[in-house]
């Protein structure tokens, strides 16, 4: 099947710095959504991408779908503390038809935020 | 509630029981999918119901995972005979029907621990 290949797996950095994580395929996707995961909680949709392309900002986050299609990275400005959790990125394969609903994710990159 | 409800939140059980687990998604939700995170995984697609369509059961892992899905709304995952390689966190999440079928909220999810 498809898969996704999400990097770094961890991260350890500096309050007030900047953060970059990305995702990469063999395969196309047409969507990528990037998610969020605090401790004993289900993940959260951050930012969701339709086009190839496309950049999009929700606060200090940026993300952007790759013109390729098989890629797409999120960046976060000026971490702060509760920016900790596992970013998640995830990608659909179609819009419509059979299989189009079934998201396939990344492994995670685990984010500590140091004070 | 507002969000997708999960129960019961942790289970400890013993090989070779059967366990169910519920789902109960946002109103008016049609689609409701399941999906199994193992520790330092991403998250793996179980199966996936959409309104009064047949659901898709292609990720379930084994014949001893079934799933059920009553008046379009609350959903079972119950897993027989169970191994120890079932223990993960089993995760829920529902979406409006529509052309962004990515946009899932997830549920808490059940922890399975089996001893």
């Known amino acids: 099947g498809q898969q996704l290949n999400q990097s770094p797996q961890s991260m350890f950095i500096q309050e007030g710095e900047d953060v970059s994580m990305n995702c990469t395929s063999s395969s196309i996707f047409n969507t990528w959504l990037w998610y969020k995961q605090d401790p004993g909680e289900g993940p959260v949709l951050l930012i969701a991408l339709y086009k190839a392309g496309e950049l999009t900002s929700n606060g200090r986050l940026t993300a952007q779908f790759g013109i390729t299609r098989k890629d797409s990275f999120l960046n976060i400005s000026a971490s702060i503390p509760s920016d900790v959790g596992i970013y998640f990125c995830?990608?659909?394969?179609?819009?419509?038809?059979?299989?189009?609903?079934?998201?396939?994710f990344g492994k995670g990159t685990k984010l500590s935020v140091i004070p | 509630g507002a969000g997708v409800s999960q129960s019961p939140s942790n289970k400890v059980t013993e090989k070779g029981k059967d366990v169910e687990l519920r789902c109960d998604p946002i109103?008016?939700?049609?689609?409701l999918y399941w999906y199994r995170q193992s520790l330092g995984q991403g998250l793996e697609f179980l199966i996936y119901f959409q309104g009064n369509s047949a659901p898709d059961k292609s990720g379930l892992p084994s014949d001893r995972f079934s799933a059920e899905r009553t008046g379009g709304s609350v959903s079972t995952l119950t897993i027989q005979r169970t191994q120890q390689e079932d223990s993960a966190v089993y995760l829920c999440?529902?979406?409006?029907?529509?052309?962004?079928?990515?946009?899932?909220?997830f549920g808490e999810g059940s922890r399975l621990t089996v001893l």
């Open positions: 999440a529902s979406s409006l029907s529509s052309r962004y079928t990515g946009e899932l909220f």
């Open positions: 109103s008016g939700h049609t689609a």
């Open positions: 995830a990608g659909q394969p179609t819009y419509s038809g059979a299989g189009s609903y079934q998201l396939t």
